[in-house]
């Protein structure tokens, strides 16, 4: 299994916080990889709770504006839901992936509900006409998947 230092930077290209997981597979656009949330003993978030040890199944394409994690429960397989960051497309090199984090999340449960989260932090970025626009397309285009049970969300019950 390869490690892969996952990098989440700001809208300045600086980073926000970095970890390592492990890839599960890879692709010409894309990387799959597996981390372990360790950055709160506990943390409620209202419409989910994440606790240290709980299982990420990340998704990172350098060719969408998104990257998309499975969330399951630590020391079981209870899918939490799907955490989706907006960002531009990632950097994925062979020991790194990096986003740039663009605010806007969308939260997918397991029955497939659907909350867009962050609405004003993503208005407040100075982002160009072109990449707010193509923000708003990829956050339509994981509603869409996430309403259809395609792509990575096949999985809703």
Not at 134 to 151: M, P, S, Y
């Amino acid at each position: 299994m390869t490690p892969i230092t996952v990098r989440k930077l700001d809208l300045n290209g600086q980073p926000i916080f970095t970890y390592t997981g492990t890839v599960l597979a890879r692709s010409a656009t894309a990387v799959s990889l597996e981390a372990f949330f360790t950055r709160y003993a506990r943390l409620d978030l209202g419409y989910t709770v994440f606790e240290q040890g709980d299982r990420f199944v990340e998704h990172f394409y350098s060719d969408r504006w998104y990257n998309v994690f499975e969330v399951y429960a630590v020391g079981t397989q209870r899918l939490r839901g799907w955490y989706c960051n907006l960002t531009r497309p990632a950097v994925i090199e062979d020991d790194q992936v990096s986003a740039v984090d663009l605010a806007l999340d969308v939260w997918v449960d397991p029955d497939g509900k659907t909350q867009v989260l962050d609405e004003a932090e993503f208005a407040a970025l100075p982002l160009a006409a072109d990449e707010n626009g193509a923000v708003r397309a990829a956050c339509a285009e994981l509603l869409d998947l996430a309403a259809h049970r395609a792509g990575v969300f096949e999985k809703i019950e």
